[in-house]
Structures are given as C-alpha cells and as structure tokens.
C-alpha cells in the first residue's frame, strides 16, 4: 500500500492501470482522463504493446509504461493467426505478474488487442476492470474482454442494445481539455494564412484519404475561390507541386498546433471515428463526414457517421460518391447552414465524458 501525508493523518492513495493501444483513438482518450485521474489522487501505470503507438505517447506523458506482447485476432486468414495466439497468451501471464506486483485498485482499457489479456488477467486477480467502447457496435477486442469488465462505457445511445445489461454505462468519450483551448490567431501565424477567407480544414486519418486528396485537389481552385484550406494529408501525401499555393497549407500530421488549427477552422472534413467527431462536437464544428467504406473496415464509421447525421450534427458523404463535385456540393451546403448545425451541437446536451468515467472509476475501486 502507498500512503501520503494528508493534513494531520494519512491517506491511502489509490492506483489505476490504464490499457490500450494499436492507434491514437485507443490512446487518445487515455491521456485525456490522465489530469482528473492525477487530481483525484490515483498513482497511474499504463501496460500497453511492445512497439505499438501508445508507448511514445504515454512515456513523453511521464506514466511509467510496461510493455507486453500482444497480437491481433483475426477474422480473416493470415499466417499470423498461427503465432498471435501465443502471443496474446504470453500477454496474459506477463499481466498476471504486473498486477500482481503494481496492485491497482482499478484497470481501465480503451480497447484494440493489446488491452484484452490485461483486462481478463484483472478478473482473475479480481481486480475490477471498466471498459469504453468508442463506437457503435463493439468491436472484436472489446466484445473478448467485456466478459471481464465490471462496467463497460460507451459513446451512443445506439450501442446500450449491443452490450450486457447491468454492465452499459453511456458517458460519451473523454476528450483532451486543450482542444477547446487553442487560438485563430496562432493558427494564422503558424499556417501563413490572410484569414480573409472562411477556413476550411481537411482531414483524412493519420494515414490521409486517397479519396479525400484527390477530390480536393483535382479542383482546387473551385475551392479556394470562397475558402482558405488547411489540409491533413497523411503521412507521405503532400503534393509538392502546390507548396506555395496562395491560400492553401498542407500538412502530413499536425501533433502540438492542433488545437490552434482547431479553432480557425469554420468548417471540417473528416474521417468518421468516434473519438474524432465527439471532437468536433465538443468544439460544435460544421462538419462533412466521409467514413471509411466496408472495403477498409467493419463499417463501424459508417454507423458513428450515421448516427451524427440523423442528430443533426453533421452531413454525410460515402467514400465511394466522393468526387470534386461532390465534396464541394457537401462543403458549400454544410457552410451556408452552418448556423443550424452549430445551434444543434450547442443543444445536444453533452455530457461531461471526463467526469462520468473519473465517477465510475472511483465507484467500483476497492
């Protein structure tokens, strides 16, 4: 037991293990939960993959990381369904042994392959385990470690039919205090940009949108004939035939100037994952959402995108209808209603994700 000097007598000081990783939306969420945890008093590890994105991420935050092997669950064939397995079982041993030694009093995943041995190594050291599921229906990992959980969180009203009753809790997402912080005038400063223009932010993934880059820049100047463009492109997608283009910054990844870039911007496109709108609703951004099709996932941001759409929050446009004319028919559409859109966000009636998870923590710690 840990115990720190409390006015005239002593406190117990409670641990939580954070788990999750395999992309920034299972880690994302983690770091935004990091300074209430802190202020309520939890010593914080974190047991995540060996090389996965998380490790970076929780280090630079100062969490002591521990690291186990991990591998993914396959629906499909790979070679790799022969060894993961062992892989993910060897996780589960190397989890026994770090809860045993670092004895928290509550395990909280955010999900991916990484966070399934962790969270069914705490059943078994009857440490209770809260889960969050990001989208609209489970995914694989989540829908394994569920079993395990005390209490499974959730982002939609539409997901509390897909998880046990008893365990469903709707909290919404964590999402980092700093996004709602940032300035237009550093934005302006840091892009280069006049501001004489509405702005117009584009964003297709880390990994950036084929489809997205394309329709945009095939008709370029249609598009900045009413808007300045701030566009993530992904990692190896700039074009550097337009560097230099007046009114138009591009960018692989932006990481420190988000929240800046954030709050110049009038209007998104986006990528439909659950972490990314609960963003741009907490920011109450006009948006056009272009969700991932069924080619490159299990339709998950079709459903997030979905949902968002019949609530009033954004406009939708499938990835395979995506062209030049209709992005910018999306685009102009969303920004001259723009006004509606934003009264909408404003009365969806957000919860406060941060303080419902940091409330049901605290409820099921021993």
Known sequence: MIFREKSKGLYYMKKIVLTGGG???????????????????????????????????????????????????????????????????????????????????????????????????AKMRHIPAIIHESDMTPGLANRIAMKGAAKICCNFPETLKYLPEGKAVLTGCPIRKELSQGSKEKALAFTGLPGDKPILMIMGGSIGSVFINTALRKDLDRFLSRFSIIHLCGKGNLDESLLGREGYVQYEYISEELPDLFAAADLLVSRAGANAICELLLLKKPNVLIPLSLNASRGDQILNAASFEKQGFSKVLQEEDVTSDTLWAAVTEVYDNRASYIETMEQSGQMDAVGKVLDLIKSVSK
């Open 23 to 121: 992309t920034a939306g299972h880690v994302t969420p983690n770091l935004a939960l990091l300074p209430a945890l802190q202020e309520a008093g939890y010593e914080v590890s974190y047991i995540g993959s060996i090389n996965g994105i998380e490790r970076g991420l929780i280090e630079d935050a100062g969490i002591p990381y521990y690291p186990i092997s991990s591998g993914k669950l396959r629906r499909y064939f790979d070679p790799k369904n022969f060894s993961d397995p062992f892989r993910v079982i060897k996780g589960y041993f190397q989890s026994l042994s770090l809860l045993r030694r670092l004895k928290p009093d509550v395990v909280f995943s955010k999900g991916g392959f990484v966070s399934v041995p962790v969270v069914l190594a």
